[in-house]
């Protein structure tokens, strides 16, 4: 029914005026933050910040958004971020560093010190080499990432694993393989080339933004344009009727995760040349952000509603606030009691305003 | 009768058990002791409480991830308040259960009013908690625990002393999850309250049309699963000694495991209090034979996933064969 309805102009119409309130509310914040602390708000610095902080959390947050709109969760994304990015940083290094690094000394965990000590002085590939190690390392990631994607999406369409179980239990054994590589220790010193992708900007742009506009595009092409992408809506919105209308939903829920994987493989790129280093357990923090920015962005928990631009939009709102709360000096721990409560409330939103719409007789 | 004792999952589960203590057995000499194994009962007590809380709500057709927040905070309240002032045990288990029960109320009032996926509340609500109290306190460590809740863990119910001088016994944390285990069984299996849960857990509308109180079940079980987190974290302070903030925050994916790998599934309606404490007691025989074999800690998240897995993946297996075409299609 729903997924007719989208068809038609009227919910087209509502989807837009439910961003248009995202837009609203993304002004409302950026002009109360601007006009609370206008010096530090709208300095240069705090703006670039949070311009190179968007990207990496927008990817996984999109990532999640797949699996929900599937009507499943992925949890393991942070893991899977961590992997992909341990394995790519080892390929990384031992291809731009062949000679004075071994594989093994990498394994034990004492890279960290290791590099610091002899880093400086080791000599990087240039030119069409770098390019190529480069270009090796974020197949690695992203093609890592992908293969877990796809182990959760056998466990959930094939095995039939409810999905929270499923990837609760791939979010602990990617996080151990990862733990059992290094041992717990950062690997760190890539060689600078990588880092542009990170930290680089092109004019003023950082060049992460550039990466994550792109894949916004492409992400909402595949999802409004695609077979696979409206596939996903149709199995979230019911299962049953998408199997009884001859989608293969096997097929569809694993492709669904097999994206998600590869949306957290470019997030992992996306963190390891910002912040230079690559560590278990970084970024653990952003799994409840992730599903309180995809619910906050209007996607239904239950899946087949929502869409890209509001998810977007949604990211942009969470990270003002966030980098609102950076300034005004609030702990770590008082934040999450911010964001379990916007979660909680943004899910109450949800399920009672429809309800008072149809009260009112109007159409939702 | 026979034959429904050996298609049991619990029974599987406990020829697992059997035959992987045997395995471990004859690589390290010193796992299948009576000193060992009266340890691992005692040590598991405290996630064997709170396992079959997760289980109550995982058979009611929910999953509950905010009871390590709710224990961690309980216990470090209780043990705040009863540092400066004088108080007992019993006092103690009361509180922590009262604020335990406070909180599960809490995420019964959002699962039930507004209908949010229980996964998504308790989110919220464990980042709630643990962060508001994260927030207010400022020395995070209590050392100055009172001796009254020492004394509890040391106690035995009965005890002898071995060849080697050692104390071996049947501790008092042990005998309290039994006591809970019995009294959770009794009122899952005699009460209207205890059916309740199994037929909301089944199916939702059809337990509404039947009569059965959803509210009051809704709201048991939420409470519930606060209350034995509350007596868990007493437990865990008896044992340890010592609190601090974060101490039980781990304890979630272990206990999840655990659950699951007693036979309970996420969609509710299934599962026994037996199978949940076998799945505890396998969970710590893995830990434990893990130690023994001198195996690093760094392996244990990749085995406590994999044991997540392969567990649900049985389940799933299972219902998929059990039942006929038309339920298939779903999912």
New interface residues.
């Given amino acids: 029914m729903r997924l007719k309805k989208l068809l038609s102009k009227k919910k087209i119409s509502i989807t837009y005026s439910k961003n248009m309130t995202f837009v609203v509310v993304l002004v409302v914040v950026f002009t109360v933050l601007s006009i609370l602390r206008p010096t530090k708000f709208l300095s240069s610095t705090n703006l670039q910040q949070m311009a190179f902080q968007i990207p990496e959390f927008g990817m996984l947050a999109l990532a999640m958004m797949v699996a929900m709109l599937s009507g499943g ?1 992925d949890l393991s994304i942070i893991s899977i971020t961590n992997l992909a990015g341990i394995i790519a940083a080892i390929v990384l290094l031992s291809l731009s560093y062949p000679e004075s690094l071994d594989l093994s000394m990498l394994l034990k965990g004492i890279m960290a010190e290791e590099a610091a000590v002899t880093g400086l002085a080791l000599q990087e590939p240039t030119g069409l080499k770098m390019f190529m190690i480069i270009l090796v390392t974020i197949c690695v990631a992203v093609g890592i990432a992908g293969i877990c994607g796809l182990l959760n999406g056998v ?1 959930i369409s094939i ?4 999905p ?3 990837t ?10 990862s ?2 590589i290094t ?2 220790s950062p690997i760190t010193n890539f060689p600078k080339p990588f880092l542009y992708i990170g930290s680089g900007t092109v004019s003023i742009i950082p060049v992460p933004m550039l990466i994550f506009t792109a894949c916004v595009i492409v992400l909402s092409i595949f999802l409004n344009r695609t077979r696979l992408g409206f596939s996903i809506y149709a199995v979230g919105e019911n ?2 009727a998408a ?1 009884f209308s001859g989608l293969k939903n096997r097929k569809v829920l694993i492709r669904t995760y097999l994206v998600s994987g590869l949306l957290a493989g470019v997030a992992t790129i996306l963190i390891i040349s910002r912040v230079d280093s690559v560590k278990v357990g970084y970024g653990s923090s952003f799994l ?1 952000q992730t ?1 309180l920015v995809v ?1 906050l962005g209007g996607v239904s ?2 899946g087949g509603i929502g869409n890209v631009a509001g998810v977007v939009l949604g990211i942009f709102i969470l990270r003002s606030i966030s980098s609102g709360f950076n300034i005004i000096g609030f ?1 770590n ?5 911010i ?3 916007m ?2 409330f943004v ?2 939103i949800n ?2 305003v429809p309800k008072i719409a149809d009260r009112f007789k109007y159409k939702t | 009768m026979r034959k429904t004792i050996l298609r049991s999952h619990e029974f599987y589960l406990f020829v697992l058990m059997v035959a992987y203590s045997i395995i471990v057995h004859s690589i390290s000499r010193s796992f299948l002791t009576a000193e060992n194994m009266f340890d691992i009962l005692k040590s598991s007590s405290i996630m064997g409480v709170m396992a079959i809380g997760a289980f109550i709500v995982m058979l009611s057709g929910g ?1 509950d991830i905010s009871f390590p927040a709710i224990a961690t905070v309980s216990m470090y309240v209780t043990v705040r308040i009863l540092e400066r002032f004088s108080g007992n045990l019993f006092l103690a288990f009361a509180m922590a259960s009262m604020f335990g029960i406070m909180f599960g109320c809490v995420n019964a009032l ?1 699962v039930h009013y ?4 229980t ?3 308790t ?6 908690f ?3 109290m ?2 207010i306190v400022k020395i995070p460590h209590i050392y100055t625990v009172p001796g009254y809740f020492f004394e509890f863990s040391k106690k035995y119910i009965f005890s002898w002393v071995n060849s080697e001088g050692v104390t071996i016994g049947f501790s008092t944390m042990t005998f309290t999850m039994l006591t809970i285990a019995i009294m959770t069984w009794l009122i899952l299996q005699y009460t209207v309250l205890g059916r309740g849960i199994y037929a909301i857990g089944g199916n939702l509308e059809a337990a509404k049309r039947a009569g059965f109180n959803i509210v009051k079940i809704q709201f048991f079980v939420y409470s519930y699963i606060g209350f034995l987190s509350g007596i868990a974290s007493i437990l865990y302070v008896s044992l340890v000694r010592h609190v601090h903030p974060f101490n039980l925050m781990g304890m979630l ?1 272990d206990v ?2 655990a659950v ?1 790998l007693g036979g309970a599934s ?2 509710g309606g299934l599962g026994t209090i037996l199978g949940t404490l076998l799945g505890v007691g396998m969970i710590y025989f893995i830990k434990n034979s893990l130690v023994l074999m001198k195996i690093p800690s ?12 392969v567990s ?2 049985i389940n ?2 299972r219902s ?1 064969l059990g039942k006929t075409g038309a339920t298939i ?3």
Avoid at chain 1, 168 to 177: H, V
Avoid at chain 1, 333 to 337: D, E, M
Avoid at chain 2, 114 to 117: A, T
């Fill in positions: 969760i466990l095995i039939r694993i409810p929270i179980l499923a609760l239990g791939t979010m602990k054994l990617y996080e151990g393989i733990l059992v041992k717990g299962s049953i199997l409840l599903v619910i928990y239950l702990s721990h008082f934040r999450n009691v964001w379990g409560s979660l909680v899910t109450i399920y009672i | 999953i959002l507004f209908k949010i996926p996964l998504i509340v989110l919220g609500t464990s980042s709630i643990h962060g508001a994260l927030s994916l999840i495991a699951v996420l969609t760094y392996w244990d998240p990749i085995v406590i996933g994999l044991v997540i897995i649900t993946g799933a297996y998929t299609i779903e999912a």
